[in-house]
């Protein structure tokens, strides 16, 4: 299996309200790969992730971002987003008087149209998600809710999950998926991630606890400190971290 490379940062600077908060960062991510990113709060994690998936409120600086070799560095979210980017929010947004299903459906068909694919039309889309839905364990009755509302901390990161699962990504980065979550939640989700997880896509896992990555084994594990990536180990640095804090990479 050849690895291609998926993501390329280099020498990324960011920064909101010119404040700068990513502060020369390189990144390098390859098919088939997990990468957790893990860092204190505030060490500009969900920035890093925003600026990925292209959120206008950032401005870069300077430094590029590739995409399968393709500069995306200037390229609208929706335009990212139809090229396989998919970001589950730290925080996923309540969308009262949109169902699920219809949310789900246009995001679904809006990717097909981009990629000169035909769209589904109702019935098949209905069966698609179906099919997710049972491959990520998830309540149907979810689909016939409005976006989010009401949901439950968990059920929300759950509803990130069926979107990554529908939307197929070339690249899932996932912030705090993990956080809120009760031990059995954490578990099924995991193994909802690694059942994504294939040869062709790559997952950017951001966390600030070693706990899910007891379930699921990065690749590579980067710190991140003060907008920049200081330190790259194995899957092992997380129970070092666990134990000694993030003072242990210096
Ligand atoms: P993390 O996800 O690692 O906890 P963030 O990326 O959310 O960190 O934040 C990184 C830094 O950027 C923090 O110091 C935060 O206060 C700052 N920041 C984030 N959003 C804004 C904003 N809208 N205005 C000013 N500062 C911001
Ligand atoms: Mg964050």
Redesign the pocket.
């Given at each position: 299996m050849q690895k291609k490379n998926i993501l390329k940062i280099d020498h990324l600077h960011a920064c909101?309200?010119d404040?700068p908060?990513i502060k020369g960062l390189n990144l390098s991510i390859n098919s088939g790969e997990i990468h957790a990113i893990m860092?204190?709060?505030?060490?500009?994690?969900?920035?890093?992730a925003k600026v990925i998936a292209g959120h206008p409120?950032y401005k870069i600086t300077q430094g590029q971002i590739f995409l399968s070799g393709e500069d995306i560095t200037t390229q609208e979210p929706e335009i990212r987003s139809h090229k396989g980017i998919f970001l589950a929010f730290?925080y996923p947004v309540e969308i009262p008087g949109v169902s699920n299903t219809d949310f789900l459906r246009l995001a679904y068909n809006s990717q097909r149209k981009a990629n000169k694919q035909p769209e589904l039309d109702p019935l098949s889309f209905f069966d698609l998600l179906n099919q997710k839905t049972k491959l990520i364990e998830m309540d149907p009755t979810f689909l016939t809710r409005n976006v989010n509302e009401g949901f439950s901390g968990g059920e929300k990161k759950k509803n990130e999950i069926l979107q990554m699962a529908l939307l197929n990504g070339k690249l899932s980065i996932l912030d705090e998926t993990d956080s809120g979550l009760d031990i059995d939640a954490l578990k099924t989700i995991s193994n909802n991630i690694n059942s994504l997880k294939n040869d062709d896509n790559a997952i950017i896992l951001?966390t600030h606890y070693q706990r899910l990555l007891d379930y699921i084994k990065p690749d590579f594990i980067h710190i991140?400190k003060e907008g920049k990536i200081t330190y790259t180990g194995n899957s092992e640095l997380a129970q070092q971290l666990e134990k000694y804090g993030y003072d242990y990479v210096k």
């Open positions: 909101i309200d404040i908060i860092g204190k709060n505030g060490s500009g994690k969900s920035t890093l409120n730290q951001i991140m």
